[in-house]
């Protein structure tokens, strides 16, 4: 058996997300408690509001915390990955499991990082929303004829049968109704605040670099696939960080990638089940666990899976 532990992005947090974990074990309790951040991120994960918890500068480090309180359990019960990869701000969460930063320095690097993005467009003037059921070349075809109203690109390569584009609000809409024409079966536009993963934030990945550059990130000690390429790199990783957030997420290849090297069990590791379903359809016809760890229950099932 190979496993992959698969960290969740921003977007499946919510409120009373670790709770029932922070009080039935102590080394959730000693995670959460350690935090040094100027809000109580143990407060806000618990009990919310849900609109400060979805604000892109508190949500990135409460997922991370709550992801890092369930790998780190998950350790505890003799469960270690093999390798690792996460969904945008989960890519954080699965270098962090692979030793190449502290829990600390990890919460405080998401944490600045979260600022970087929540501040780095002015409200209003961007969007981002998934295409379903449409081949790439299409969806690129709609980004080209559109640029006249603004830079529109993919920005996530989630699953087989959907990828997310992103950029100024206006080139995004009409991309999207060009997509509908082209045959999408569906377009959803997502509640984010800004185009993440796009060209856009270029200044904002320049910034993001400064603050990886306080810190002494080291070479993850398993294999862990990157967002920018799909595999593991070898590169210095503060230019794959800052590169990632202005650059397509390639789960998608991801998953592919893993299947190769041979993984067939895949955990997904934080709130939320959505890279799970992105895994499902990722790994049809072939021969797969895909399990989910965010709270006690979802912690014994995959318990038992596993001695199954």
Known sequence: MKTAFLFSGQGAQHPGMGKDLYDNYAIVRAIFDSSTLDFDVKQLCFEGPKETLDDTQYAQPAIFLHSMACATLLRSFGVEADVCAGLSLGEYSALCYANAFSIE??????????????????????SMAAILMLEEAKILQACEEVKALGVCEIANYNCPGQIVITGHKAAVEAASKRCLELGARRVIPLQVSGAFHSSLLLDAAKELRKVLAQYNIKQPSIPVYHN????????DLNTILSKQIAHSVYFTQTIEHMLEDGVDTFIEVGP?????????????????????VEDEASLKECLNALKG
């Not at 920018?228 to 590169?235: D, L, V």
């Open 105 to 126: 320095d990890g919460t405080k690097i998401v944490a600045q990082r979260g600022k970087i993005m929540a501040n780095a467009l002015p409200s209003g003037i961007s």
């Open 228 to 235: 920018i390429s799909g595999k593991p790199e070898k590169t």
């Open 272 to 292: 939320g089940k959505a890279v799970s379903g992105f895994v499902k359809k990722c790994c049809k016809g072939h021969d797969v666990k895909i399990l989910h």
